[in-house]
């Protein structure tokens, strides 16, 4: 006969409890690379590190909110003009719609450049082929 195996509940600290939000996953390197690439609607610089807020089950991007930034692989350069700045920024509009705007997918674009973290001669290319789709 099997016997019981123990319960230890320090090994289960992180886990979410039911009904509280997954904690947010930071990479600061991530986002200092993401400052260095060219903007990916403008191809201007300097780019700050735009979060995608909004959620798409189809890239797994769940729903953020309540003043709670998406995890830092959602970001994608964006120049501050484009960024925070004036009536026809991303958080001026709907995000939806400032992404349709420019034809461009921010979910596909952020995990691409997060997949080559660090390797600039991707990224650039993975901004330019953005820009021209």
């Keep these: 006969m099997a016997g019981r195996l123990p319960y230890y509940p320090e090994a289960f600290a992180n886990a979410p409890v039911k009904g509280q939000k ?6 600061g390197a991530h986002l200092k690379w ?12 300097p780019a700050d590190a735009a979060h995608v807020r909004y959620p798409d089950p ?20 964006l120049h501050r003009s484009l960024h925070t700045e004036g009536p026809d920024a991303q958080h001026s509009m709907s995000e939806r719609a400032f992404w349709d705007k420019h034809g461009i997918d921010p979910l596909r ?20 082929n953005a820009r021209k789709a």
Excluded: F
């Design 58 to 77: 189809v890239y797994g991007k769940g729903e953020t909110g309540g003043g709670r930034k998406s995890d830092d692989r959602w970001t994608v350069p």
């Design 34 to 45: 993401i400052r260095t690439l060219p903007c990916v609607v403008s191809g201007k610089r």
């Design 109 to 128: 674009v952020a995990l691409a450049l997060y997949n080559v973290t660090g390797d600039d001669e991707q990224g650039e290319l993975i901004i330019r």
């Design 22 to 27: 997954r904690p947010r996953k930071e990479d």
